[in-house]
């Protein structure tokens, strides 16, 4: 993991700047490293690292919905292109709400919880998170003359939400039940998809949910992913350890110097270099004429700050203390060599006006490990809104 080694972003990405696409990272030495939030870790905040799954998009396909659209439709390749959580322990919020004058903290899981029928005073933390591949899919299409063999990029996403309590599973189902009845037809009932260690799975339509004592699991799944595996998957995530996000190349980094806390939330995208930009501003960088593309890389370098060069993902956390806040930031490189942390605290250190996103750090300090760079301080808990 200490190797200087670039990976290169096979897709194109759609999104802008720092909340770009990113490559999926690749089977790493994670091995060993702390899961987010396990006890362990001392984290005051929920076990996210156990949560974060890395399936991949064969083994959530819904191959009968495929061929539906796409004639004797496989996938050829995948890569997931967005990965994105947030975390919340509602007590904290509700412990803190002078300092943070409303709740909002806990907006993000308001529907997961609208679905379940469970209030925010009832949980012990919630999670969201939302996943994004883009893959190749390759088809028969019918022509005048026969048929020919055609290929397509399709982009689709799976959006957990994960509740942790104390729940009667049958209140729960009648809940789910519930939401049913308002947002389907009157023909419309939540089906039993029978159990999974010791969860009772159910479903509707794009819809998935797992229901245990101590857990909540609800799974949406985008085009041609099945939402019932998504929530296996999860379920297997925290009680195994199989197919958990932490066991990555970026998972692993980036989860290897976070822990959760009161409040986190976390991203990863395309590393922000050149050539990433032209793919995402111009599709294939080929396509450019040579007597512009010089002229419009050298305009790309100019807007980039030395901090940001390869950047490709970061993972907040604050724990609240009254008028302060803990702070932690993991920035996670591409590569070693773009770590630069003189760089990211000369940046820091500029931009500490009332509207910069530093404003109010304190006593700050930034420690490097290989591809990442961990800023931690405090701030005021109000700065936060």
Not at 273 to 299: A, K
Request: charged share 30%; glycine share 8%; net charge negative.
């Amino acid at each position: 993991m200490g190797e200087d080694i670039s990976r290169r972003t096979l897709l194109r990405s759609g999104s802008a700047g720092l909340a770009a696409v990113s490559s999926a990272g690749l089977a790493g030495c994670t091995g060993s490293l702390p899961f987010l939030g396990d006890e362990e870790d001392g984290s005051s905040g929920p076990p996210v690292g156990n949560w974060l799954t890395a399936p991949a998009v064969t083994d959530l396909l819904d191959t009968e919905a495929l061929t539906e659209q796409y004639t004797d439709g496989t996938v050829d390749s995948s890569e997931e292109t967005d990965r994105r959580f947030n975390a919340v322990v509602p007590d904290a919020v509700f412990e803190h709400e002078e300092e943070l004058v409303v709740y909002w903290p806990l907006e993000r899981g308001a529907a997961h919880r609208s679905r379940a029928g469970v209030a925010a005073t009832d949980l012990d933390w919630d999670l969201s998170q939302t996943v994004t591949w883009e893959f190749e899919v390759s088809y028969t299409r019918q022509t005048w003359d026969g048929t020919t063999t055609q290929t397509e990029t399709v982009e689709s996403s799976i959006e957990y939400g994960f509740l942790a309590g104390s729940f009667d599973p049958a209140s729960i189902e009648e809940n789910l039940q519930d939401w049913v009845d308002d947002e389907y037809t009157e023909d419309d009932e939540l089906s039993s998809e029978g159990d999974h260690e010791g969860y009772e799975l159910y479903a509707i339509e794009n819809w998935a949910f797992g229901v245990s004592e101590g857990y909540v699991v609800q799974a949406n799944g985008g085009s041609y992913l099945d939402a019932v595996g998504a929530v296996e998957a999860a379920i297997d995530a925290n009680a195994s350890a199989s197919g958990r996000w932490s066991e990555t190349d970026d998972g692993g980094a980036m989860l290897g110097e976070f822990s959760a806390r009161h409040m986190s939330n976390g991203s990863v995208h395309a590393p922000r270099t050149v050539e990433t930009e032209l793919e995402r501003q111009y599709g294939d960088p080929d396509n450019i004429p040579d007597r512009q593309r010089q002229e419009i890389e050298d305009r790309i370098e100019d807007q980039f700050d030395d901090w940001e060069r390869g950047l490709t993902g970061t993972a907040t956390t604050y724990e609240f203390d009254g008028d302060t806040s803990e702070f932690t930031e993991v920035f996670l490189y591409d590569s070693e060599s773009d770590a630069n942390a003189d760089a990211l605290s000369d940046h820091v250190d500029s931009n500490r006006d009332v509207s910069d996103r530093w404003a109010t750090l304190q006593d700050s300090s930034i420690d490097e490990n290989g591809r990442t760079l961990v800023l931690s301080g405090t701030v005021r808990t109000r700065s936060l809104l």
